[in-house]
């Protein structure tokens, strides 16, 4: 009896073992591996006026932003006015689309909705109105929706760059553009030189060195009320750097006491603090984003090179070890990448490098290409080029794709910042 | 194949087989109780499934209804699971055991169903050949699917008694699996937006008919944009080529992006 109940025992536990077996057998593990693409959407022609115009804005802000392929409307069979089917769409190989119309007034509403085509469902239903005079910034706007449903991050459609320009004359404008370049605002500056505009965080304001009189100082236009400010006159020049990223402060680099050092300016105290010692020359610095590091040059170790340190000045390490002119160093808003001018080849060209010096890419290699500026979602870099034979104001996304000029053809145009938000 | 696989298989079958009736009766013993009616079912059933006329004739008559189960169930045993089948038999076997002398019984019913199931692998293994070939050729030709399920589906647990070798199984697997792999790549597309995402592991049943079903993200990227992506391909590819043993399977999909 008792060997027959041991019998019984051990065939169950053969049996639960072959059953586990069975069961473990059956799972089939299957790697996929695939690099990103671009996603394919089709944004039709909203129906109605301006229409046409407001959707290949939208199609060229998701084209430039090098997350999306838009499609080209010829392709299209669906009329835009009839509800969306998701068979007259399936053959574009749209993963989205876009439609929507737009209801004429003194004021426009533009309806717009976006569908995803694998569920076959709406995933944004939104209204918009807007004077005609507006219809760029408007169709930023959807553009930044779409941008944000589908990738689940702020685009970047409604941010601003600034850049100097050198007018025929002598004299000298600040402008600022939307991001494509398109609707440039120019302002006269009265300046024998007006170098090294930067952006205040909330980008409300705008600093600039400028030669005034024989007289380097720094000055502060508020964008809101149109007013110049003079904050900072010393001796010798003083160059605006970047502000930092917390409390009203901003980084400069002046020669007040001989060879150039950076300074800190804090603008509510008014008060300035110098915060590199060494003997050689520091210039250009930028806040990392949580501003517990300044990168900067120094040409202490001969040449031109990028280094950080912390806000108070300690723990300098050097950054650049390639090549001998390295200047323009420009924080990404993630802090993961410092962007630089480098010589390399004869010309300087625009490269990035990890603050620790690691993951050095060269991402220019026509003309002359300085004074790199991240965009705020870190995928973008303006930067001044000579290509063209005169400075101009360029764009790029971080990995060197898409290189095309936003300032105006024949504009004289250096210094291109893109605005922190 | 090679020719011994077919002595092996046989070996094996039949080995296999024995064991099933020592532990049919062992269990079937254990519970003498519930027997008694179950004989007034017997002449419903048997007129019915002529294959197990045919076998059942040699052997006592009066367990109709436990052999047609019984025969079915050892040359062409129910399916990949083998828990199955210990559940089952020990139901099946109970009343032959319990009313006479089971040991004769058996004998003879093996004799039989042993020759029977000769044939039975004789006939399988031509197939299995035939398919083999083919399957070399082209596994995805449709024909060879049905021919790989049908020889899947007489002989027993992943293959064993039809001779397939563990190697064989696996074979035919990693080229369902890489075709699985095609389809629900070409139909994966995400974009690059600058944030690093790491993989993601989705677990998917391919039923028997190839549909797919979502079970779950076992294995979660952290974005929900990168998760969002590996759905849609699976949602996108919607159907495969059914799976080659003729039953449903389970899949793990690890999403893995490349820089």
Same mark, same amino acid.
């Given at each position: ?87 007259? +769409? ?64 702020? %685009? ?22 939307? +991001? ?18 930067? +952006? ?126 390295? *200047?323009?160093?420009? +924080? ?51 930067? *001044?080029?000579?290509?063209? %034979? ?32 | ?46 007129? #019915? ?16 209804? #436990? ?40 004998? &003879?019913?093996?004799?039989?169903? #042993? ?77 690059? &937006? ?35 992506? &590996? ?7 919607? &159907? ?20």
């Amino acid at each position: 009896m008792m060997s027959k109940r041991i019998r019984h025992i051990t065939i169950a536990v053969v049996i639960a073992t072959m059953a586990f077996m069975a069961t473990a057998e059956s799972t089939l593990y299957i790697d996929i591996v695939k690099s990103p693409r671009k996603l394919p959407i089709a944004v039709a022609d909203l129906a109605g006026l301006y229409g046409q115009e407001i959707s290949r804005i939208i199609r060229e802000d998701l084209a430039a932003s090098g997350v999306f392929e838009p499609l080209n409307p010829r392709g299209f069979v669906e009329n835009p006015s009839v509800v969306f089917d998701p068979a007259n +769409w399936s053959g574009t190989g749209a993963e989205a689309v876009v439609k929507g119309h737009v209801d004429p007034g003194a004021e426009l509403g533009v309806t717009v909705r976006l569908f995803d085509m694998v569920d076959a469902r709406p995933l944004m239903e939104k209204q918009y109105r807007a004077g005609r005079a507006v219809i760029r910034p408007l169709a930023h706007s959807i553009s930044n929706d779409i941008y944000r449903h589908i990738t689940g991050q702020d %685009g970047i459609f409604r941010s601003k760059v600034l850049y100097i320009g050198k007018e025929a004359g002598g004299g000298f404008t600040l402008n600022i553009a939307d +991001w494509d370049g398109e609707r440039v605002q120019s302002y006269k500056l009265k300046a024998n030189v007006l170098m090294s505009a930067r +952006w205040s965080p909330d980008a409300g304001k705008v600093i600039y060195s400028a030669e005034r009189a024989r007289k380097w100082g720094i000055y502060m236009l508020d964008l809101n009320t149109m007013r110049e400010s003079e904050e900072l006159v010393l001796g010798g020049t003083s160059i605006a750097g970047d502000f930092m990223p917390v409390g009203e402060a901003f980084l400069l680099s002046s020669t007040k006491e001989g060879t150039s050092d950076i300074y800190s300016y804090d603008l509510r105290a008014r008060t300035i603090r110098r915060i590199t010692k060494a003997f050689g020359i520091e210039v250009s610095p930028s806040p990392s984003p949580d501003g517990k590091l300044i990168a900067f040059v120094s040409d202490r170790s001969g040449s031109p090179q990028i280094y950080t340190m912390d806000a108070m000045g300690y723990n300098n390490t050097r950054v650049t070890f390639e090549g001998n002119y390295n *200047t323009s160093p420009s +924080w990404s808003p993630a802090g993961d990448l410092i962007a630089f001018s480098g010589r390399a080849e004869g010309g300087n060209q625009i490269f990035v490098v990890r603050p620790d010096g690691s993951g050095l890419v060269k991402l220019t290699s026509k003309g002359n290409n300085e004074e790199p500026s991240f965009s705020p979602d870190g995928r973008h870099i303006v930067f *001044t080029s000579e290509r063209d %034979g005169h400075k101009a104001a360029y764009m790029m996304r971080v990995d060197g794709q898409g290189q095309k000029r936003i300032s105006p053809p024949g504009q004289v145009a250096y210094c291109p910042r893109w605005s922190p938000k | 194949m090679t020719q011994p696989s077919l002595q092996k298989a046989a070996a094996i079958s039949f080995a296999a087989h024995i064991v099933f009736f020592l532990i049919a009766t062992m269990l079937g013993k254990a519970s003498l109780m519930r027997h008694e009616s179950r004989t007034y079912i017997i002449d419903l059933v048997t007129p #019915a499934t002529t294959q197990a006329e045919k076998i059942e004739a040699p052997a006592a008559a009066e367990q109709p209804r #436990a052999e047609p189960q019984q025969p079915k169930q050892q040359p062409v045993p129910p399916q990949k699971k083998e828990p199955v089948k210990p559940k089952e038999a020990p139901k099946a076997q109970k009343q032959p055991d319990a009313k006479d002398a089971k040991m004769a019984m058996k004998s &003879t019913k093996e004799l039989d169903t #042993a020759s029977k199931r000769k044939d039975d692998y004789i006939k399988a293994l031509q197939e299995k050949q035939r398919a083999e070939q083919r399957s070399k050729e082209a596994v995805s030709d449709l024909s060879t699917q049905d021919k790989l399920k049908e020889i899947q589906a007489r002989a027993s647990t992943r293959g064993k008694d039809t001779g397939y070798t563990s190697a064989q199984i696996e074979g035919i697997q990693n080229a369902y699996a890489s075709k699985i792999q095609t389809q629900i790549e070409r139909n994966w597309i995400y974009p690059d &937006t600058g944030v690093q995402y790491v993989e993601c592991s989705v677990s998917i049943t391919v039923k028997a008919n190839g549909s797919l079903v979502i079970r779950k993200i076992e294995q979660p990227s952290g974005n929900r944009t990168f998760d969002q992506s &590996t759905l849609k391909a699976i949602k996108k590819t919607a &159907t495969v080529e059914p799976p080659p043993f003729g039953e449903e399977l389970d899949v793990v999909l690890k999403f893995i992006p490349r820089k």
